[in-house]
Nanobody, 129 residues
C-alpha cells in the first residue's frame, strides 16, 4: 500500500496563512524528494517548491519565494507547505508528489513534475476577501 494523503486546504482572506500537509504511507520516505504543485482552473500545473530527501534544502518558484516554506518530518513520514501572505493569484488545487532520489541529491524547482511518480489527491486553496 503506497499512498499520499493531503490536507489543510481551505478558504482564507488575502494576507492570511494556511499549512498544507502531505502524509505518506508505504514509501521509503527519506529516499524521495517532495515536490509541491498547483493547478488553477484553466491553467497548466506548475511547480511551487521542492525539498530534498533529508529536509536540508528547499527551493521555490519566484511567484512564492519568501511567502511559502517547505519542510518535512521524516520521523512522521509527512511533508508540509506553509503558505503565508496568500494572494488572490494563489488559489488552486495544491498537490504533493514524490521523486525518487536514492543518492540523496538536492532538488531543483519543479516545472510540471514529469519525473514525479507518486501524487496526492490534491487539496483546494481559496483566497477571497
Amino acid at each position: 500500500q503506497m499512498q499520499l494523503a493531503e490536507s489543510g486546504g481551505g478558504l482564507v482572506q488575502p494576507g492570511g496563512a494556511l499549512r498544507l500537509s502531505c502524509a505518506a504511507s508505504g514509501f521509503t520516505w527519506d529516499k524521495y524528494i517532495v515536490g509541491w504543485f498547483r493547478q488553477a482552473p484553466g491553467k497548466e500545473r506548475e511547480g511551487v517548491s521542492c525539498i530534498d530527501s533529508r529536509g536540508t534544502s528547499a527551493y521555490y518558484a519566484d511567484s512564492v519565494n519568501g511567502r511559502f516554506t517547505s519542510s518535512r518530518d521524516n520521523a512522521k513520514n509527512t511533508a508540509y507547505l506553509a503558505m503565508n501572505n496568500l494572494q488572490p493569484e494563489d488559489p488552486a488545487v495544491y498537490y504533493c508528489a514524490l521523486d525518487w532520489a536514492p543518492n540523496m541529491g538536492s532538488c531543483t524547482v519543479p516545472r510540471r513534475g514529469v519525473t514525479y511518480a507518486y501524487w496526492g489527491q490534491g487539496t483546494q486553496v481559496t483566497v477571497s476577501s
